[in-house]
């Protein structure tokens, strides 16, 4: 049997349809009325609170954290109106003002929930889409008045293939993962200082974090602390004192590098041995699907138990015939709960019956 068909997690929503989305550009100008960074270009279903909302908590002169020409960050977060709020973060050329420096540039898409959730609520994936509509140089004159864009769910680009960490599933490195994950999956506000790329460190979190909490996460991935944005989840790199001095008297924490490891609370331990598992396997893609799927109880309890059906899913595939056996017993009777414990039931239930009844 082919052992890939038998593990493959469920598709996530998305298909190659389309999805209608408004857009802005908040950028640096110069205008009769004078210079600074505002909304320069909008569609016209960004009314004017979403334009206040998305002008406090976007990113300005010297926000991000790389000073590089390429730098880049992204944005992600909930606008009071109930509409999701992804913003694609870059340094556009040299700041025209005396400031100096590199100007910001974001690009920013606004979207129901519904359609959120077509992206499987990654606002990497949404970065992919919007690179693959608008092109990777910024527009510095989009006209005053935008369309609507287009932006495809499935766009052959994902949080874990667009964005590799680059610690490849190292002991070590996983264990950092880990460790934010069980503070974000346990509710808790962070600061995370990041040894590489925000956006590698945030495809790696996103691989284990379930559709529901993706759901509610305000996140940044390469810009600085600002308490104006009201992130739930701030990765950062650079001068970490300046970042420890700003989060000062705010609902945060800083996340240390050190002794951080610790805080990977075992009520998890099935759950992250499982996507340790998939780190090490070079499957992140399959880790990232599987907590796409996951639409109901993100308890430790639930989670522990969706990785323990994974686990035997995995056994069922190399399962010898009395293992199958064992494995055709437990799940004859067993009760899942949702859609996706269903599916994971099912096809080891299939996987087992192949193997007790081989090919004559």
Not at 149 to 166: F, K, N, Q, Y
Not at 186 to 200: D, F, I, K, Q, Y
Not at 216 to 235: D, E, I, T, V
């Amino acid at each position: 049997m082919d052992s890939r068909s038998a593990l493959a997690s469920p598709p996530t929503a998305g298909d190659a349809r389309g999805v209608q989305v408004d857009q802005a550009v908040f950028t640096s100008v110069r205008t009769a009325t004078g210079e600074g960074y505002r909304i320069v270009a909008s569609s016209g279903g960004i009314g004017p609170e979403d334009k206040k909302e998305i002008t406090q908590r976007s990113g300005s002169h010297g926000s991000l954290c790389d000073p590089s020409e390429t730098a880049e960050a992204l944005l992600s977060y909930r606008l009071a109106g109930g509409r999701q709020c992804v913003a694609w973060v870059r340094h556009a050329g040299t700041e025209h003002t005396a400031r100096g420096g590199q100007r910001v540039h974001t690009h920013l898409v606004v979207m129901n929930a519904a359609d959120f959730d077509r992206f499987s609520c990654d606002p990497l994936r949404v970065r992919a889409a919007l690179l693959s509509v608008v092109g990777a140089t910024p527009d510095l004159k989009p006209p005053a008045k935008l369309e609507p864009l287009s932006l495809p769910t499935r766009s052959g680009t994902s949080s874990s293939s667009g964005e590799r960490a680059s610690n490849g599933g190292a002991s070590r490195g996983f264990d950092r993962i880990a460790a934010i994950v069980s503070a974000v999956l346990a509710g808790r506000h962070l600061v995370v200082p990041c040894s590489e790329s925000p956006l590698a460190t945030l495809a790696g979190v996103w691989s284990a974090v379930p559709l529901p909490v993706r759901r509610a996460l305000a996140l940044s991935a390469g810009l600085k602390f600002a308490p104006a944005r009201r992130m739930n989840l701030s990765l950062t790199t650079g001068d970490e004192a300046a970042t420890q001095r700003a989060i000062r008297g705010q609902d945060v924490e800083w996340f240390a590098a050190e002794g951080a490891e610790k805080d990977s609370a075992p009520v998890y331990r099935e759950w992250l041995a499982l996507a340790h598992r998939f780190w090490d396997d070079g499957r992140i893609q399959e880790m990232d699907r599987l907590s796409a799927c996951i639409d109901g109880d993100v308890t430790p309890d639930a989670l522990n138990r969706i990785a323990a059906i994974r686990s035997d899913l995995e056994q069922a595939v190399t399962a010898d015939a009395q293992a199958s056996s064992r494995l055709a017993a437990q799940y004859a009777s067993f009760r899942p709960v949702g859609e996706l414990e269903t599916n994971l039931v099912e096809r080891i239930l299939a996987t087992v019956s192949r193997t007790e009844q081989p090919d004559a």
